[in-house]
């Protein structure tokens, strides 16, 4: 599987400044309003002359308060320059790879045992991590990648693969690390999961289906495991993301992250 990165293209201007005639000036007495009284020296009473700079100060404040904006704005925007995680844990074995398979399932080539006992996720849950998102069933596009769900806050389950609590295969859900418009993704918390923290996924009948935290592993994406989508052997949940270097040019990451469960 190749997982594309988010499409960065660019929200919603922001811009900030004064609105037109929101700054206000002292009264001008060369338009007929009354200047400030002035003692037999000409200096003026009230302590501050009027004049051209007083009517500025406003005017710099704003200027400089859109400038600091602009500078926060592009601190926000600004995206990570490599997302590493290190290796932890054993991968569950895995008796046999993804390949094709004959079956009159409603899922096109899924085996009719992965149905048996499963249920179609629709919520991710990371308790220790008290974070939660919507899971949508996903396939792969015309060059064999993962289309995975834009929002990084949601993420998409493989639905040729496993069901959650099905008896065999790999549930395979994945998730964009982050997105330049709508932010950090809950996946982008995978290098930091330790061995043994639960990770929870809730199917569409209401049943909780708990796993635990076995190990993780970074891949280059052509270098990212065929049994990584095992349809046949023990059960087994898979957590994918992008990491590892982020290239401007191509607007992707160069690895991934990938979190291995087993079902408690």
């Not at 330049?180 to 569409?204: K, M, S």
Request: proline share 13%; aromatic share 4%.
């Amino acid at each position: 599987m190749r997982l594309r990165a988010p499409d960065p293209t660019a929200g919603d201007p922001l811009t900030s400044g004064a609105p037109a005639g929101g700054v206000s000036s002292p009264p001008d007495a060369a338009a007929g309003e009354d200047a400030a009284p002035a003692d037999p020296d000409g200096r003026a009473l009230s302590g501050v002359a009027p004049g051209p700079r007083r009517r500025w100060a406003p005017v710099l404040l704003a200027v400089a308060g859109a400038a600091l904006l602009v500078a926060a704005t592009v601190l926000v925007l600004e995206r990570e320059p490599a997302v590493t995680a290190q290796p932890v844990g054993v991968v569950p074995a895995r008796t046999a790879p993804f390949g094709p398979a004959k079956s009159r399932d409603l899922r096109p080539g899924a085996p009719p045992k992965l149905r048996t006992g499963g249920t179609v996720p629709v919520r991710l849950d990371l308790p220790a991590r008290t974070a939660t998102a919507p899971v949508v069933p996903v396939g792969t596009g015309p060059g064999g990648a993962l289309v995975v769900p834009d929002p990084p806050q949601t993420v998409g389950w493989w639905e040729p693969g496993a069901l959650a609590g099905s008896g065999t295969g790999t549930v395979v859900i994945a998730g964009h690390v982050d997105s330049r418009v709508a932010g950090i993704g809950i996946l982008a918390v995978l290098p930091e999961l330790a061995v043994g923290e639960p990770v929870v996924l809730t199917g569409d009948d209401g049943r909780a289906v708990r796993y635990r935290v076995a190990a993780r592993r970074e891949f280059g994406k052509a270098a990212l495991p065929a049994d990584t989508f095992a349809r046949t052997g023990p059960p087994r949940l898979v957590l994918v993301t992008c990491g590892g270097r982020f290239d401007p040019a191509t607007r992707s990451y160069e690895d991934n992250i990938v979190v291995y469960a087993e079902p408690v």
